[in-house]
Each structure stands twice: as structure tokens, then as C-alpha cells.
């Protein structure tokens, strides 16, 4: 008579792709920051740079920024979140090109090399807001009173649109090489679009009723509340903001899950 076949034996749980995400990060971490003079310390010296230059510039024209006495302090909180929004697209954006190689491999999917690159992104970027934001304040001896909550929510709301903003791109971008170029020609006025040299409440009506679709115009908005207790941006719609990220993302995941193969073929 014979034997029933042994119950299959359940495999202990699997970091793989944990471990995979982890030692992607370290990669780019090391060719990115490792190979280059200053590593980080220029990550930092970038946009402090970028903000004296406005900073000397814009007091030449005008007595005062927008908010409080700091010129350096206004256009931090403009500047910062922009350009981790920025930052955030681009990397996302060109992830599954810099893993290529590595997605020759089983144990290394899209999935991971989007992961990877955007975890990376949004942490270094954080790290050199807090920095920044440190700095000035230290520098100028500040007594603000900050709150934090509209600080996290508009850093949380601008990594998620760089990371639906790069899906969409990248997907795009491997179906029609030429949206690369379209993208960069049309993402142009968006530093100035932005919020970053004035506030919302400074423009005109029409100016308004345009602006008030750009997202990055309400998270600049949410953060500088944060820094300067006295604004409060009633225009600004988290609702709005979170919406259009989330679409983003849906829809740059969906697509890119089905014509990944696609994309790297052509990217």
C-alpha cells in the first residue's frame, strides 16, 4: 500500500525583496554620492546656493519678501519642496533605464528598481530640507514658531507627486521617445509657476484662477504655513492635491506594469 505524499513544507517568509530594494539604494547611493567630490555635502551646497543668489537678488529689488523679515527663510520654503517634487520625478522617472543591467536578473523586478530609487530620493531630499531649515534658522537666530504637521504633510504630498509625475514620464517616455522632450519644454515655467517667489494671495484673480491648479502651488502654500504661524492659505485643497497624486501614481503603475518590457526596450 503506498505512502500518501508528506504535507509540503511552508517556506520561512522571504525578504527578497526587501533585501533587493535595499541593495539597490546602496548602489545608486555609492554611484551617485560616492563617486563624486563631496558626496552629499554638494546635495547640501546646491540649493543653499540657488537661495543666496535669490536671496541677494530679490533684496535688491524689493525692501521685503512676502512673509516675515527673512528672504532666505521665504524662498527656502519655496524652493525646498519644489525641488524635492523635482528631484523626485526626475530619479523616478529614469529608474528602470539605470537598472537596466539589473533587471536582467529574476530576483529584480521594475517594481524594485521604482522603489529603490524613490525611497532613496525622498530621504536624501528630507535630509537636506531639515538641514537647510536648520541652518537658516540657526544662521539668522530665528524664534520661530513652527508646526510641524503642515511641514510633513507638504513634504509627504510633494514625494508623491514626484513619484506619480516619474511613473507617468517614464512610462511615456518609453512609448514615445519624443515626450522627453514635450516634458521638458512644458515642465519649464514651472519654477516660475510654483510659488516659490511670492505667495498665492499676491497674484491677481486671473493669475489665481490659473495657479490654483498647479499642486505645487498648494504645497508650497501648506509648508510655509507651517514656518510662519501667521498664514494661513485658505485656497490651499488637500483633497486636490492628494487626488492628483494618487491618479498619477494609479495610472503610472497600472500602465507600467503591462508595457515595462516595452519601455526598456525602447528607453
Known sequence: MTQPPPPPQLAPPSFQNARTIVALMLREMSSTYGSSPGGYIWAILQPVGMLLILSVAFSLLVRSPSLGTSFLLFYATGLLPFTQYGQIAQKTGAALRYARALLAYPSVTWADAILGRFILNVLTSSMVFCIVMFGILMFEQHQAIIDMRPILIGLLLTSML????????????????????????????????????????????????????????????????????????????????????MVLTFFGLLFMGSQHTVVLERR
Open 162 to 245: 514626484g513619484l506619480g509625475v516619474g511613473l507617468v514620464n517614464a512610462v511615456l517616455g518609453g512609448l514615445y521617445p519624443i515626450w522627453d522632450n514635450i516634458w521638458s519644454i512644458v515642465s519649464r515655467p514651472l519654477f516660475l509657476a510654483s510659488a516659490i517667489f511670492y505667495i498665492y494671495e499676491d497674484l491677481p484673480e486671473t493669475a489665481q484662477n490659473i495657479l490654483w491648479w498647479n499642486p505645487l502651488v498648494h504645497i508650497s502654500g501648506i509648508v510655509r504655513s507651517g514656518f510662519f504661524p501667521t498664514y494661513h492659505p485658505d485656497y490651499v485643497s488637500l483633497p486636490y492635491c492628494f487626488g492628483v497624486s
